[in-house]
């Protein structure tokens, strides 16, 4: 990621990549971070950064803590962040089909982006269940670790999954595969039965199984759905992974009649 190289292209203003940098750094996983912390992972000076922050902070961009000593993601973000969602055609047709594969489930259900490395999640459904897992819309994953990333990488040709991916692949669990030949027969599978899984790789205890859509120019989307492997076993997860699949089907109609893709 650029904000932690402290790299910038060569077209790039330097005022703006700063921002951005912050952004994507404050961003990453919701931490509140102090002038020195962002500096030194930006590889600034302090002192020209701490005026972008103050540009920032007066604009709504970033907060402080109550001591004034570490920022975060302000409003503005938050604002930016809704108006993506609400203005993207997949995310608001997939609604209603989540919404149903929810409810036939059980389970909880997203809607996954690939960006990069990385699969995004759009859009979510809670399971019914008290024993459930929690990650926000906006929590990005490395993709080899789960199954929307894998059905998604499965649709890439090969050359374009080693430039996208960052190797080494970091191992969010101990089940993580990150053996480039185990990968690749992973997605090899889930071209060959339309569907991905993950059991363990991503959040220890817990199974996933997601179709891609195959359809958008922005990387590509999948339905996916998990729960905790004690009530995914694999005749439950072949059961599920047939929802998924017809969810998908739906989904991946309904825009194709309405000419979004």
């Known amino acids: ?107 909880a259900v997203q809607l996954s982006r690939l960006s990069g490395p990385d699969v995004v999640q759009l859009a979510k459904r809670e399971s019914r269940h008290a024993l459930r897992m929690y990650a926000p819309v906006g929590h990005r994953v490395p993709a080899h670790a789960t199954a929307p990333g894998k059905a998604l990488l499965a649709q890439l040709e090969p050359g374009e999954v080693d430039r996208r991916l960052s190797w080494p692949l970091p191992a969010l669990t101990p089940d993580t595969v990150t053996d480039p030949a185990a990968l690749a027969a992973q997605l090899a599978d889930a071209r060959l039965r339309g569907w991905a899984q993950d059991d363990g790789e991503s959040s220890p205890g817990v199974r996933c199984v997601a179709v891609a859509l195959g359809t958008g120019d922005q990387g590509g989307d999948a339905i996916s759905c998990s729960g905790p492997g004690s009530r995914m076993d694999d005749r439950r997860t072949e059961e599920i992974a047939l929802a998924v699949t017809e969810a998908a089907h739906a989904l991946r109609t309904l825009l194709k009649r309405l000419g979004q893709h």
């Open 1 to 107: 990621m650029a904000a932690a190289s402290g790299e910038r292209r060569p077209e790039e203003v330097k005022s703006a990549a700063r921002v951005l940098e912050v952004l994507e750094l404050l961003g990453a996983d919701g931490a509140k971070l102090s002038l020195a912390e962002l500096a030194g992972t930006m590889r600034v000076p302090k002192s020209s950064l701490h005026a972008v922050l103050r540009t920032m902070q007066a604009r709504g961009w970033v907060d402080t803590d109550p001591q004034g000593t570490r920022y975060g993601l302000g409003l503005k973000a938050l604002m930016t962040g809704t108006a993506y969602l609400e203005g993207d055609d997949v995310v608001s047709l997939a609604g209603p089909v989540l919404d149903a594969l929810a409810e036939d489930t059980g389970e």
